[in-house]
């Protein structure tokens, strides 16, 4: 499966905006970019997906660079709610994509 | 609408005795999927179902555990003879179809085997 690499950790102030780095360099061309989130003590929560052209909703917007090796998920306006792990992971168009299969993530934290 | 829920939401158990992990899924999700998360780790998958079937078990950790759903709704997620390296929480999620983009996760059922 391809990979991806995230920061352990970051930080962010309330109101600001922030940037949530994710490298896959092995991506292949059939590889879809998903984004989850998981609040303390919950389940993981979908945030938004790509496979080329960036993309936004009402949650976030996703930038993926032109070659694909890495994207970035962009909180515009961080509010204490969205402190929480934040895991990019890539899923296959076909085969046995169902299985999401989370590594450790970045945790986000956001000061008041 | 309801999302999905899972019970209990905690479950301490003594090593040896069997456990009974419950999903009910939101309604009308054809797919259903149970992982596990360990303390600090991602996400282990273990079993999805499409309606009743269970088309891929391959991520059952032994044959102690086990899965059913039934009338396309609910499922469980039975561990018997429950040793301590079973400790972690138990995750449900359910999505309208298999392969869909977004699987709606439940809240976990944290499992302490004592």
């Known amino acids: 499966d391809a990979k991806t690499t995230q920061p352990n950790s970051m930080e962010s102030n309330e109101e600001e905006p922030v940037h949530l780095p994710c490298n896959h360099s092995t991506i292949s061309g059939t590889d879809y970019i998903h984004w989850y989130r998981q609040l303390p003590s919950q389940g993981p929560e979908y945030v938004i997906h790509g496979l080329t052209s960036n993309v936004n909703n009402r949650m976030a917007s996703l930038a993926i660079a032109e070659d694909r090796k890495s994207s970035t998920l962009i909180l515009h306006r961080a509010t204490l709610r969205d402190a929480a792990v934040y895991y990019c992971?890539?899923?296959?168009?076909?085969?046995?994509?169902?299985?999401?299969?989370f590594g450790k993530g970045t945790l986000l934290t956001v000061n008041p | 609408g309801a999302g999905v829920s899972q019970s209990p939401s905690n479950k301490v158990t003594e090593k040896g005795k069997d456990v009974e992990l419950r999903c009910d899924p939101i309604s009308g999700h054809t797919a259903l999927y149970w992982y596990r998360q360990r303390l600090g780790q991602g996400l282990e998958f273990l079993i999805y179902f499409q309606g009743n079937s269970a088309p891929d078990k391959s991520g059952l950790p032994s044959d102690r555990f086990s899965a059913e759903r039934t009338g396309e709704s609910v499922s469980t997620l039975t561990i018997q003879r429950t040793q301590q390296e079973d400790s972690a929480v138990y995750l449900c999620a359910s999505s309208l179809v298999y392969r869909d983009n977004e699987q709606f996760f439940g809240p976990g059922t944290r499992l302490t085997v004592l």
């Open positions: 992971i890539l899923r296959d168009s076909g085969g046995s994509n169902y299985k999401l299969t």
